[in-house]
């Protein structure tokens, strides 16, 4: 089994940056795609970010497209999430996931294709 766990959150200024981690404990990670999202209360788990087995190719929600970076190093088992011009409404829970890749980008940005999730770290944006 692949148990994500995030670290990495906290609270920042509007216009900071925050990099979030998301490390796995399955040898197999590297056949997983992995997706960040993100919840508030009282609303729907959002698609953040996504990046394939590989790490060649990534996905983006259209709110964080230029901003976030989701990237992973597979040597290591961990998935990143560098989140940069930070804003007041990127505040939430960010959590990170894992699905099997089975080379379906369209899969990847659906928080009920994902098998394993981690706990969830807070991250609170400050105006």
């Known amino acids: 089994q692949v148990q994500p766990v995030e670290s990495g959150g906290g609270l920042v200024q509007t216009g900071g940056s925050l990099r979030l981690s998301c490390a796995a404990s399955?040898?197999?990670?590297?056949?997983?795609?992995m997706g960040w999202f993100r919840r508030v209360p009282g609303k729907e788990r959002d698609f953040v970010a996504a990046?394939?087995?590989?790490?060649?190719?990534?996905y983006y929600a259209d709110s964080v497209k230029g901003r976030f970076a989701i990237s992973r190093d597979n040597a290591k088992n961990t998935v990143y999430l560098q989140m940069n011009s930070l804003k007041p409404e990127d505040t939430a829970v960010y959590y990170c996931?894992?699905?099997?890749?089975?080379?379906?980008?369209?899969?990847?940005?659906?928080?009920?294709?994902?098998?394993?999730w981690g706990q969830g770290t807070q991250v609170t944006v400050s105006s």
């Open positions: 996931a894992a699905q099997k890749d089975l080379g379906l980008g369209y899969l990847l940005r659906s928080a009920s294709e994902y098998e394993y």
């Open positions: 399955e040898r197999t990670f590297s056949s997983y795609a």
């Open positions: 990046v394939t087995w590989s790490g060649s190719v990534t």
